[in-house]
């Protein structure tokens, strides 16, 4: 196994344990694009337990370094992303930003809070990767500015297509700590996930828009 997979494993196992993830095949959640999904990870309740945050901190920092990145600043995207994108840079040392969604309609305006410099090398963190949307958005705001992404560090991935796509299109690396068939795996080894539900999971994975539309009555 593999250093990536065993991380892999470690950061599945542990938002497990604390309860971040919920299945629900039957009766399936709404994420905030209006897709249906019969799973939900809230990254969130990480938060709240300084060993695992260190775990994920740790983590992002052995990408980084495996990868040979070299930021200068490190964004959080707005929410989810701030507190990681803040323990890291204070981990490496380094300035940092954060990316709203959009420009703020009072003030200054601003899309991105903090300094950055025209032509600086930033690695975005988030917390999770859905559709890949707001995340390369984020992403795009940032080369806006005449900074240049190296890379997008998440926590956790759908592994969805469409974000698959969408990154490629956008010519941005993604690495993640952890993604949805290490979670599968793990849940199913600790008798969290029955065959049915992990069935249901494979099924939406491949075509999630056509499984939402599906259960949109559900």
Not at 202 to 217: C, L, M, N, Q
Request: a negative charge; glycine letters at 6%; proline letters at 6%.
């Amino acid at each position: 196994m593999t250093p990536e997979e065993v991380r892999a494993r470690q950061v599945a196992k542990a938002l497990l344990t604390i309860g971040a993830v919920s299945f629900a095949p039957t009766r399936p959640f709404t994420w905030t694009s209006g897709l249906k999904a019969p799973i939900y990870c809230d990254n969130r309740l990480l938060i709240s337990y300084p060993h695992l945050r260190r775990t994920v901190i740790e983590g992002f920092q052995e990408i980084i370094e495996f990868w040979e990145l070299m930021p200068e600043v490190i964004a959080g995207t707005a929410t989810a992303g701030i507190p990681y994108a803040a323990w890291l840079a204070d981990r490496m040392e380094l300035p940092m930003v954060y990316v709203r969604s959009q420009p703020k309609t009072h003030g200054q305006g601003r899309q991105i809070e903090g300094r950055l410099e025209p032509g600086q090398r930033v690695v975005l963190v988030e917390d999770l990767i859905s559709t890949g949307g707001s995340s390369v958005a984020a992403a795009e705001a940032l080369r806006a500015a005449d900074a240049h992404v190296e890379a997008v560090l998440a926590i956790f991935t759908y592994d969805l297509p469409e974000a698959e796509q969408r990154f490629a299109q956008a010519e941005l690396p993604l690495h993640t700590l952890t993604n949805l068939p290490a979670l599968i795996e793990v849940a199913r080894e600790h008798d969290l996930l029955d065959d049915h539900t992990a069935e249901v999971l494979d099924e939406w994975r491949t075509d999630p828009y056509g499984w939402s539309e599906a259960h949109s009555e559900t």
